[in-house]
C-alpha cells in the first residue's frame, strides 16, 4: 500500500508539473489575444501527460508474463492526435496564413506534457524556456542582428476622418516597398478624444509585411491628418 501512495504521489507530482509549464505557455500566447490561451494549454498538456501516466501504470491489473505493453505508443498517438487541435487553428486569409506559431506552441505544449508523465522534468523545463527564447527572445536578436529583416506586424493607426488619409497611408507603404496584406478601419468613439473630435477619428489595423523599417513609421506619423502609429509585431 504504501508503495502505491508512493506511485501516486509522483504521478500527481508529474500532472501539477505538465499543468504548471503548459499553463505559462498559454499565458505568453494569451497575452498576445490568440484564440488559443491559457485554458487550452493547459488542457492539452495535461491531457498528454495523462495518456503517457495510463499507459505507463493503468493497465498493470491484467499484465502477466504473457501480457506485455508499449508505452511508448501512447506518445505516438499523442504526436498524431494533437494535429487535428493544430490544424483547426491554422487558416489562410488574404493570400496570408494564420496561426502557424500558435498551432506549433499547442504541439510543442503537448510534447512537454508528455514528457511530464513520463517523469522526464529536467527535459520538459528546459524545453519551457526554450520556447520563451524562440517566441520573446529571437524575434528581438534578429530585429537587432539585422534591421532589415523582412517580417510581418500590424500597424493601428488613428487619423481624421474625410481628408482622404488612408490613400497617403497606402502609398507611403508602397513607396517603402511594404504589401499591405489586409486592413479593416473603424470609427473612434475612444473618450480621450476632445468631444468635438468623436465619431471623426479612425482607427485602422494595417496588416502588412516587408522589411522592417523605422522609417516607414516616421513618415506615416508625419502625414497631416495622423494621430498615432503603432507597431504591434508577431501578428502570428
Known amino acids: 500500500m504504501e508503495t502505491q501512495l508512493t506511485m501516486w504521489a509522483w504521478q500527481a507530482l508529474y500532472l501539477f508539473e505538465a499543468l504548471v509549464l503548459s499553463t505559462s505557455i498559454g499565458m ?3 497575452a498576445k489575444h490568440k484564440d488559443a490561451g491559457t485554458r487550452t494549454h493547459a488542457l ?15 493497465f498493470m491489473n491484467v499484465l502477466s508474463t504473457n501480457v506485455k505493453i508499449d508505452p511508448s505508443r501512447i506518445a505516438a498517438q499523442i504526436v498524431s492526435g494533437i494535429s487535428f487541435i493544430g490544424a483547426g487553428i491554422v487558416f489562410t486569409q488574404r493570400s496570408h496564413v494564420h496561426g502557424l506559431t500558435t498551432a506549433a506552441s499547442i504541439w510543442m505544449t503537448a510534447a512537454i506534457g508528455t514528457a511530464c508523465g513520463a517523469g522526464m522534468f529536467v527535459p520538459a523545463l528546459v524545453c519551457t524556456i526554450l520556447y520563451f527564447i524562440a517566441v520573446r527572445l529571437l524575434p528581438f536578436l534578429v530585429r537587432l542582428v539585422v534591421p532589415d529583416f523582412s517580417s510581418d506586424d500590424i500597424l493601428r493607426l488613428q487619423y481624421r476622418d474625410g481628408q482622404g488619409i488612408l490613400r497617403s497611408i497606402l502609398s507611403v507603404c508602397t513607396n517603402h516597398d511594404i504589401s499591405v496584406e489586409g486592413f479593416s478601419t473603424r470609427k473612434s468613439d475612444d473618450m480621450d478624444n476632445e468631444p468635438s473630435q468623436r465619431g471623426h477619428i ?17 513618415d506615416l506619423s508625419s502625414i497631416d491628418g495622423v494621430i498615432s502609429v503603432t507597431r504591434i509585431n508577431n501578428i502570428d
Open 28 to 30: 505568453e500566447r494569451q
Open 44 to 58: 492539452v498538456g495535461v491531457g498528454a501527460a495523462l495518456f503517457v501516466i495510463i499507459g505507463e501504470y493503468g
Open 202 to 218: 479612425v482607427s485602422a489595423n494595417l496588416e502588412i509585411r516587408g522589411r522592417d523599417s523605422k522609417a516607414l513609421i516616421s
